[in-house]
């Protein structure tokens, strides 16, 4: 089974504690986090200028913001009604959120994506920085 890989942001000790939790409820999703150079190598093949986006890597297909919550909800077994309210309010409180928590707001930038050939090289470089260092600033 292929893993799906999700990029979430590992800046703060609650999001790495988050992501730790997260991944406990999962078995074939893997969280790589955002400041890693490999996710930087990848964003950077894949967008060009690195997106600080939520980002879901699921085969040959890049999601990114609302569909990354989207798809990330629906490894987990989210209940639909649940999945789909989060999903409708990402776009709405996302920037507020980044702005408040993050002190940036996270890209404007949503949808499904195709990987691209010079971003999926490094798949397998981000599959190896999925450990998550929950105690370290």
Do not use: C, N
Request: aromatic share 8%.
């Amino acid at each position: 089974m292929t893993q799906t890989l999700l990029i979430y942001d590992g800046s703060t000790r609650l999001f790495r504690a988050a992501a730790e939790t997260v991944s406990r409820f999962t078995e074939t999703l893997t969280l790589v986090p955002w400041e890693s150079d490999a996710v930087q190598a990848f964003l950077r093949a894949q967008f060009g200028d690195p997106p600080f986006a939520l980002v879901l890597i699921d085969g040959d297909a890049v999601h990114v913001g609302e569909a990354a919550v989207g798809r990330a909800l629906d490894d987990l077994d989210v209940a639909r009604p649940v999945a789909d309210l989060v999903e409708q309010l990402y776009p709405a409180v996302a920037a507020p959120f980044g702005r408040v928590v993050h002190g940036k707001a996270p890209a404007d930038i949503h949808g499904t994506f195709k990987l691209d050939e010079a971003a999926a090289a490094h798949i397998e470089s981000l599959r190896r920085v999925h450990t998550i260092p929950v105690d370290s600033e």
